[in-house]
């Protein structure tokens, strides 16, 4: 398992659930959920910031809702996740561009496969399909590559 990182009962900080690069752990995972938390300061709203504590596990399927709700969406190229966050609500989560970053990775550095949890969590199994479609795209560059 290489993700939870930070979440509820073991973290009172913001952080990405499972970064591909974290400054202070090597990290690979898949999770299909996400974890709220309330700021402590709603203009602080990255990562590694202070939290009131955690709000609550947040099925993979529920995030987008929150992010049509008004939520801000970014997408953190050096840990590669993504948050959102609309007052002093935050979100840590995984999109399609993060899942495709990981398993294109994983398949440069030679991995078999990858893990993901849960994959009941992934409405209409958009990432899922996402990180199929990269592994495979990886498959086929690398076997064009060593011909």
Known sequence: ????????GWS???GPPAALYDPSNA????????????LS???SH????????????????????????????????SVVGDYCYAGTTWI??????SIVTKVRYAK???????FSWHVGADDNSGLSR?????WDAAATTRTIQKN
Do not use: K
């Open 46 to 77: 990255s990562y590694y910031v202070a939290t009131t504590g955690a709000a609550a596990t947040i099925s993979g399927a529920a995030i987008p809702e929150d992010v049509d709700n008004g939520a801000t969406t970014v997408y953190n190229s």
């Open 1 to 8: 398992m290489a993700y939870d990182f930070y979440g509820p």
């Open 108 to 114: 440069q550095r030679g991995l078999l496969g990858y």
């Open 92 to 97: 840590g989560y995984d999109d399609n561009q």
């Open 12 to 14: 009172n900080v913001t």
């Open 41 to 43: 300061n709603a203009n």
């Open 27 to 38: 990290v690979l995972g898949f999770p299909y959920y996400g974890y709220a938390w309330g």
């Open 130 to 134: 996402a990180a199929t479609r990269a």
